[in-house]
């Protein structure tokens, strides 16, 4: 039999020859000559097919087709045992490495695995901290509520201020200063506050990626692992023909890590961002709120100020119509005297003109212009001049009087202003800065 080198998958197809009618086969016969056969039936005929010589030929061309055979056979089972045992050796060796590539593949999946875990954990931390950092922003803005409405209030109260109080004083700048600093801190906040959000989303949709790869490499580590522990005696072991080639959209090695890698750096990075992002806020939370408190002090000590400048100036003003009505008392009394001494002088007036009508009728040379005559007439003269000057000493009096009483209506007024001033600074807009919140609730703490 001849070696052939071709492994048939299947079996060939029978050859098959097309019938057709075979020539007919031409016996030459041999006669015989030489010896002769008994009966004269038989004569010029051979008693047999074959001679002796081809018998031995076709003999011996059998030994010699047994021993190729068998020596072809006895080869080939040689060779047979070489392959079978060559190819046991070929798979144990490669299933053996290929137990080893799956279990460092499984070391790898493994140590990328830990690393998204604990970035995937370490983002969700950061995040939570994060959402508490906005939280207390939140909350310092609905604090900073509470100061700009006592400072807009005040505002508002201190416009009902009296002419001449309604002045633009220290403390209104302040409170202006205060309300200003309000709202600058206000859109600041606000700012924060929505870069906090974006920040939050990042760190969520990271952590997202992560979690993604993190739950793909636990799949294909429960995958390779389940791989890893197959063998030949396993019995969920079956053929599948069309598994061993390579998918389009296969990854690499190197396009595999890098991923991983990527999704880890952006996560970092996102996390590092967050981490900065919460030392911000926290810087701002501190200096707004020490800022906030230290204009609320500015803003109460310009206001005991204020109210000390009110009070001086009520009690000044205290002082000064004490004085006033006092000295009103006495102008009054002043002309009271006056109005006397005026009509005092009325009697002696008459006095003098009487007698100087009564000496007028005296008779003939006897209306002489004697001493009696010129003291009378200068008599009535020194009681008119001193009536004039009494009158108008009198005028001078009653206009101080109206200046007096004008005074101490102003006087009056002035402190009624200042009082209400007084009021308005110390009862309504102090007692209403006693809402202020405290550091704690501008930090965001309460």
């Given at each position: 039999?001849?070696?052939?080198?071709?492994?048939?998958?299947?079996?060939?197809?029978?050859?098959?020859?097309?019938?057709?009618?075979?020539?007919?086969?031409?016996?030459?016969?041999?006669?015989?000559?030489?010896?002769t056969?008994?009966?004269?039936?038989?004569?010029?005929?051979?008693?047999?097919r074959?001679?002796?010589?081809?018998?031995?030929?076709?003999?011996?061309?059998?030994?010699?087709?047994?021993?190729?055979?068998?020596?072809?056979?006895?080869r080939?089972?040689?060779?047979?045992?070489?392959?079978?045992?060559?190819t046991?050796?070929?798979?144990?060796r490669?299933?053996?490495?290929?137990?080893?590539?799956?279990?460092?593949?499984?070391?790898?999946?493994?140590?990328?695995?830990?690393?998204?875990?604990?970035?995937?954990?370490?983002?969700?931390?950061?995040?939570?901290?994060?959402?508490?950092?906005?939280?207390?922003?939140?909350?310092?803005?609905?604090?900073?509520?509470?100061?700009?409405?006592?400072a807009?209030?005040?505002?508002?109260?201190?416009?009902?201020?009296?002419?001449?109080?309604?002045?633009?004083?220290?403390?209104?700048?302040?409170?202006?200063?205060?309300?200003?600093?309000?709202?600058?801190?206000?859109?600041?906040?606000?700012?924060?506050?929505?870069?906090?959000?974006?920040?939050?989303?990042?760190?969520?949709?990271?952590?997202?990626?992560?979690?993604?790869?993190?739950?793909?490499?636990?799949?294909?580590?429960?995958?390779?692992?389940?791989?890893?522990?197959?063998?030949?005696?396993?019995?969920?072991?079956?053929f599948?023909?069309?598994?061993?080639?390579f998918?389009?959209?296969?990854?690499?090695?190197?396009?595999?890590?890098?991923f991983?890698?990527?999704?880890?750096?952006?996560?970092?990075?996102?996390?590092?961002?967050?981490?900065?992002?919460?030392?911000?806020?926290d810087?701002?939370?501190?200096?707004?709120?020490?800022?906030?408190?230290?204009?609320?002090?500015?803003?109460?000590?310009?206001?005991?100020?204020?109210?000390?400048?009110?009070?001086?100036?009520?009690?000044?003003?205290?002082?000064?119509?004490h004085?006033?009505?006092?000295?009103?008392?006495?102008?009054?009394?002043?002309?009271?005297?006056l109005?006397?001494?005026?009509k005092?002088?009325?009697a002696p007036?008459?006095?003098?003109?009487?007698?100087?009508?009564?000496?007028?009728?005296?008779p003939?040379?006897?209306?002489?212009?004697?001493a009696?005559?010129?003291?009378?007439?200068?008599?009535?003269?020194?009681?008119?001049?001193?009536?004039?000057?009494?009158?108008?000493?009198?005028?001078?009096?009653?206009?101080?009087?109206?200046?007096?009483?004008?005074?101490?209506?102003?006087?009056?007024?002035?402190?009624?202003?200042?009082?209400?001033?007084?009021?308005?600074?110390r009862?309504?807009?102090?007692?209403?800065?006693?809402?202020?919140?405290?550091i704690?609730?501008?930090?965001?703490?309460?």
């Amino acid at each position: 039999m001849a070696q052939t080198d071709v492994l048939l998958t299947k079996q060939p197809a029978p050859q098959m020859v097309p019938a057709c009618e075979l020539p007919h086969k031409l016996y030459d016969v041999a006669r015989n000559t030489a010896y002769t056969s008994s009966g004269l039936a038989t004569a010029g005929f051979r008693s047999a097919r074959y001679l002796v010589d081809e018998w031995f030929q076709n003999c011996y061309a059998r030994y010699h087709q047994a021993f190729a055979d068998r020596d072809q056979s006895e080869r080939q089972r040689h060779e047979s045992q070489q392959l079978v045992a060559a190819t046991e050796a070929l798979a144990q060796r490669t299933q053996e490495d290929s137990t080893r590539k799956v279990g460092a593949r499984l070391q790898d999946m493994h140590c990328w695995k830990s690393e998204l875990q604990h970035e995937v954990s370490e983002l969700g931390t950061e995040t939570d901290l994060l959402l508490a950092q906005k939280q207390r922003l939140e909350r310092t803005l609905d604090a900073t509520a509470v100061p700009f409405s006592i400072a807009t209030d005040n505002l508002q109260c201190r416009e009902r201020r009296q002419h001449p109080d309604l002045v633009r004083d220290h403390v209104e700048l302040e409170l202006l200063k205060e309300a200003e600093l309000i709202r600058n801190i206000q859109e600041l906040l606000k700012r924060t506050i929505m870069q906090a959000v974006n920040q939050i989303r990042l760190n969520r949709e990271h952590k997202e990626t992560c979690e993604v790869d993190w739950s793909d490499k636990v799949e294909a580590y429960n995958v390779d692992q389940t791989c890893a522990l197959y063998h030949n005696q396993s019995t969920e072991v079956q053929f599948y023909p069309h598994t061993a080639k390579f998918e389009e959209s296969a990854s690499t090695p190197e396009t595999w890590a890098r991923f991983t890698q990527e999704n880890l750096y952006r996560a970092e990075r996102e996390r590092l961002a967050s981490v900065n992002l919460r030392v911000l806020i926290d810087c701002i939370l501190r200096d707004t709120a020490e800022d906030l408190r230290l204009q609320c002090d500015a803003v109460n000590l310009a206001f005991g100020r204020r109210c000390e400048e009110l009070e001086d100036a009520c009690h000044k003003l205290k002082n000064h119509l004490h004085k006033t009505l006092r000295e009103i008392t006495d102008q009054e009394h002043n002309i009271a005297a006056l109005k006397q001494a005026i009509k005092d002088k009325e009697a002696p007036l008459k006095v003098a003109q009487t007698r100087l009508y009564q000496r007028s009728h005296r008779p003939n040379v006897e209306l002489c212009r004697d001493a009696a005559q010129f003291r009378l007439v200068s008599e009535v003269e020194e009681l008119n001049m001193s009536l004039v000057a009494l009158k108008e000493k009198l005028l001078e009096a009653e206009q101080s009087l109206r200046n007096l009483e004008d005074t101490r209506m102003n006087l009056e007024k002035d402190l009624a202003v200042k009082t209400n001033s007084l009021v308005i600074d110390r009862q309504k807009c102090m007692t209403h800065r006693a809402r202020y919140p405290t550091i704690l609730q501008l930090a965001g703490y309460q």
